[in-house]
């Protein structure tokens, strides 16, 4: 059985020696406070006091910041007022501190983890989840935001309005439910407690009831009846003669979604759930989902998933069927997408022991193993290379297709998908990279157990635990998974030589920060852009439009056109670059072998 393990923190006194004469009356150091491990806590302390401290606002934090806190970013420009909710945000810096406090016992850490949870109780929505975003300075300021800057995202639709819900989507609100369980666990604050319950009950709560999505989730929640469903589409006579533009089955966040593994994400917090509180009444609930995705597998030869599914008849589509999302993302079958649910249906016959979940298994693999990508498509596409599979595949006819844009800003351009496997767009990959023969071993391995050898599985599984027991003891090193909740289960850190966590101590030097190159830039609002036709074809392919477009792109990829030029990415605090090396020096401290 797993163990929180503590070592002695670094502001513990030092040790000793037995009374006696001469030398041995000396206090002598703690062998454990000195060389570079000792300076490996220092190191960790310090860094986790300045983000705490000085980068944090209130506790929350976005995904990265100039060094003088001047502009930040999420997955857009933030206000200096925001936190992000999206991992690497403020949930996955929680999960940082929480490590390090055990890694060291040093309260300190436990203090900034809490000051996080605190944060993300102020953001929890009365429903129980988390936007992706939260405003301290109160919802007419993060409305302001959405009107400018959200608004002018032309490639984040999910971001241009104001829904005044939660997301289920880029587990946002998974990665913030566990954070906060784990928080209570802890020490079992009562503090805690009601924001852990109000997440069960928003994860219950969200789930389809009845017919073929029982069980399934949607990306949003509560229903926004004002939510979009359809994008503006100016200038279309710009779109190429056949091509397909819109949300083809409107407001797409009432689906069931499998975009970001929402089941397997909402499951995974349900176990930790069962795990950690001993509530077994979720068990059910869980089966549900479970049911869900195995269900919402499509009949042949076209054995796969779309993004998301219809959970009613719309517009004369019935209950189940895939359906269209954001204007990129045209009603299909999704190849990444079917990697992912095979991969979690593996998952369920682990924790259940039930070979059902194993037995439409090969007509997914035959299915991906139809509709690979070309050598001359690949050839053709320099944004195809190291790629396998279109990203999305056509009912029926089971071709590819692939999504384009025309314009240079939101209120003159527009998304597109057609067969054409060239120009595609850089923000959205036109192909995935898919592993049929590790899906086919895997599939061998399970499909071969015997009875007993299933029996001894589940006899291990997190769907058995009827008393509470210790999760995993970090979080932040890689990512928990469903193997990482069985009973007995071990989950190592891997090895950080001396050398390696040198080098991170070196380079927090005495800054007490590190600094990375920056991956995105954005331009300022700047107010809407012209709706005047750009017939050109320099953001056809790149991250940003114009300079009137507020999404997010790399400095050292800009468009080839004036004011743009390319330049260094520049040097800024990175949340997720923190959160990695806090890691490295937590594995070299206190590693779990």
């Known amino acids: ?133 939260h405003d301290f300075a109160g919802e007419e300021s993060l409305k302001h935001w959405y009107d400018t800057i959200g608004k002018n995202g032309w490639r984040l639709e999910e971001f241009q309005h104001f829904y005044g819900n939660a997301t289920f989507d880029d587990a946002g609100t998974a990665v913030s439910s566990q954070f906060l369980l784990r928080v209570y666990l802890e020490k079992k604050d009562a503090q805690f407690k009601p924001a852990v319950d109000k997440a069960i009950d928003f994860v219950l709560a969200a789930q389809f009831q009845g017919g073929v999505a029982d069980g399934g989730w949607p990306q949003r929640w509560p229903v926004q009846p004002a939510a979009i469903s359809s994008m503006a589409l100016p200038n279309p006579g710009q779109l190429p003669t056949g091509a397909i533009a819109g949300m083809e089955d409107g407001d797409y966040t009432t689906m069931v979604t499998f975009n970001d593994d929402v089941a397997g994400e909402n499951i995974k917090f349900l176990l930790m759930c069962v795990a950690g509180l001993g509530e077994t009444r979720l068990v059910a609930p869980i089966t549900r989902a479970m049911e869900c995705l195995r269900t919402l597998q499509q009949p042949g030869p076209q054995a796969g998933w779309g993004l998301q599914h219809l959970a009613a008849d719309r517009n004369g589509r019935v209950a189940g069927a895939p359906a269209g999302a954001r204007s990129y993302e045209p009603r299909s079958l999704a190849t990444h997408t079917t990697q992912t649910n095979v991969q979690q249906l593996f998952n369920y016959f682990r924790v259940t022991g039930d070979r059902k979940y194993l037995a439409r298994v090969p007509e997914a693999i035959a299915w991906l193993e139809s509709c690979k990508l070309t050598a001359q498509q690949i050839a053709d596409n320099p944004l195809l290379a190291g790629r396998t599979h279109p990203t999305f595949i056509e009912l029926g006819t089971n071709q590819g297709r692939f999504v384009h844009r025309y314009g240079s800003n939101i209120e003159n351009g527009a998304y597109f998908h057609d067969y054409d496997h060239t120009n595609t767009i850089s923000h959205y990959s036109a192909g995935r990279p898919i592993n049929i023969t590790g899906l086919q071993a895997t599939y061998d391995q399970l499909n071969g157990m015997t009875d007993a050898a299933i029996a001894e599985m589940v006899a291990n599984s997190p769907l058995k635990v009827t008393t509470p027991r210790p999760l995993p003891k970090y979080f932040s090193i890689r990512e928990v998974d469903f193997a990482d909740l069985f009973t007995n289960a071990v989950m190592k850190t891997p090895d950080v030589t001396e050398a390696a966590a040198k080098a991170i101590i070196d380079d927090l030097g005495t800054k007490n920060h590190w600094l990375t190159p920056l991956p995105q830039v954005t331009n300022s609002y700047r107010g809407d852009g012209p709706s005047t036709p750009y017939t050109g074809t320099a953001y056809r392919s790149k991250h940003v439009g114009d300079v009137y477009d507020t999404s997010p792109y790399d400095s050292l990829e800009a468009p080839e056109i004036a004011p743009y030029t390319k330049k260094d990415r520049p040097l800024g605090i990175s949340t997720s670059n923190w959160v990695a090396n806090m890691a490295k020096l937590v594995a070299y401290v206190s590693p779990v072998k």
Request: negative net charge; aromatic residues 10%; glycine residues 10%.
């Open 1 to 133: 059985m797993k163990r929180r393990m503590f070592v002695m923190s670094s502001l513990a006194p030092i040790a000793l020696a037995a009374c006696g004469g001469g030398d041995d009356d000396v206090a002598q150091p703690d062998p454990s406070t000195t060389g570079t491990r000792g300076a490996a806590l220092d190191a960790l302390k310090r860094a986790a006091e300045h983000m705490d401290q000085n980068v944090s606002y209130r506790g929350g934090y976005v995904w990265q910041y100039l060094p003088d806190l001047s502009v930040s970013w999420g997955e857009m420009e933030a206000k200096r007022s925001m936190c992000w909710i999206q991992p690497p945000g403020t949930p996955t810096a929680g999960h940082a501190f929480l490590d390090a406090y055990h890694a060291t016992g040093n309260e300190l850490f436990y203090n900034a983890a809490v000051r996080t949870a605190q944060a993300l109780i102020s953001a929890q929505h009365p429903a129980g989840g988390w936007n992706y975003i």
